[in-house]
């Protein structure tokens, strides 16, 4: 597994060919200098998926997509596709919307089998405190990619965020070793109980 810098979100390549997330749109050249810098090419990524669809996560799908890489779309995340078109619009960023149409579509209770077929072990799970369309993918090895989910160590600083809590229980059940932020910096996890 490899994690990408390029911009403000780290992406994360795992080595049979799964990106997750890319960064916000206009990032592509910096994309290509990063991913040759740690010799992936974009022939070896073969999906692409999204831990939410907000401008920071999915900016360059659709430059991906066009090179034959395909999008794992999960089904809860279906409506929320289209969610930063109108921001990127209002912002005046150029940015081709997703096609989505062509995209794999799976649900995250048959992940694990998917994942499987492509060499990867573990699964996705839906985390919806961030976001509704929020995912996060929890490997066997311990590693959980977790996108924009608040840290654990901030469970405290909020009086009465049950999802919050409750994506963090649930991740914690894997009996996770190392969480990948797409903002913070990763943590290595000593058991604690939530």
Same mark, same amino acid.
């Given at each position: 597994?490899?994690?990408?810098?390029y911009g403000n979100t780290n992406t994360v390549f795992i080595e049979s060919g799964l990106l997750i997330d890319t960064d916000y749109a206009g990032t592509l050249q910096r994309f290509y200098?990063?991913?040759?810098?740690?010799?992936?090419?974009?022939?070896?990524?073969?999906?692409?998926? +999204?831990? *939410?669809?907000? !401008?920071? *996560?999915?900016?360059?799908?659709?430059?991906?997509?066009?090179? =034959?890489?395909?999008?794992?779309?999960?089904?809860?995340?279906?409506?929320?596709?289209?969610?930063? $078109?109108? %921001?990127?619009?209002?912002? =005046?960023?150029?940015?081709?919307? %997703?096609?989505?149409?062509?995209?794999?579509? /799976?649900s995250c209770e048959d992940s694990r089998k998917f994942l499987n077929g492509i060499e990867i072990s573990g699964e996705i799970i839906s985390t919806p405190s961030h976001s509704l369309d929020?995912?996060?993918?929890?490997?066997?090895? =311990?590693?959980?990619?977790?996108? $924009?989910?608040? !840290?654990?160590?901030?469970?405290? +600083?909020?009086?009465?965020?049950?999802?919050?809590?409750?994506?963090?229980?649930?991740?914690?059940?894997? @009996? !996770?070793?190392?969480?990948?932020?797409?903002?913070?910096? @990763?943590?290595? /996890?000593?058991?604690?109980?939530?």
């Open positions: 597994m490899t994690i990408l810098r200098h990063t991913i040759k810098a740690n010799g992936i090419r974009v022939s070896d990524i073969k999906y692409v998926l +999204a831990t *939410h669809y907000h !401008p920071d *996560h999915i900016g360059l799908i659709s430059e991906l997509l066009k090179q =034959g890489v395909q999008l794992l779309l999960i089904d809860i995340q279906r409506e929320y596709v289209h969610y930063s $078109d109108r %921001i990127f619009s209002r912002d =005046g960023i150029p940015y081709e919307p %997703i096609d989505e149409t062509k995209a794999v579509i /799976i929020s995912i996060s993918v929890i490997l066997d090895n =311990g590693c959980c990619i977790v996108g $924009d989910l608040e !840290p654990i160590e901030y469970l405290e +600083a909020y009086e009465n965020n049950q999802a919050l809590q409750a994506d963090w229980k649930q991740i914690m059940s894997y @009996e !996770p070793k190392r969480i990948i932020y797409a903002h913070a910096n @990763e943590k290595n /996890i000593v058991r604690k109980s939530i």
